[in-house]
Nanobody, 116 residues
């Protein structure tokens, strides 16, 4: 069982930046991928960014060039650097540890609000 704890969310003005962190209770090195998802009110949860065991990254088209995912295996932590934030980025952001096979793990989420 792995516990994931997100932090770093908050209220930011359009054009601002935030860095989300996801701290795992165990090693993240063994997971196939670490991902960030988000869910806005009334919308489905969507994949924002992911980073595989080998370091390959993937991004939603809506965040390419603005968000950067990274991982520190020594600290068992995954980060999401979010720049040039827009109101449409407002959502609850969830960390996900994707195993090679189920079970997968989720954090409790952190709220990001982009508003002037």
């Amino acid at each position: 069982q792995v516990q994931l704890v997100e932090s770093g969310g908050g209220l930011v003005q359009p054009g601002g930046s935030l860095r989300l962190s996801c701290a795992a209770s165990g090693s993240i090195f063994s997971f196939y991928a670490m991902n960030w998802y988000r869910q806005a009110p009334g919308k489905q949860r969507e994949l924002v960014a992911g980073i595989t065991h080998g370091g390959s990254t993937t991004y939603a088209d809506s965040v390419k060039g603005r968000f950067t995912i990274s991982r520190d295996n020594a600290k068992n932590t995954v980060y999401l650097q979010m720049n040039s934030l827009k109101p449409e980025d407002t959502a609850v952001y969830y960390c996900n540890a994707e195993n090679w096979a189920p079970p997968h793990y989720w954090g409790q989420g952190t709220q990001v609000t982009v508003s002037s």
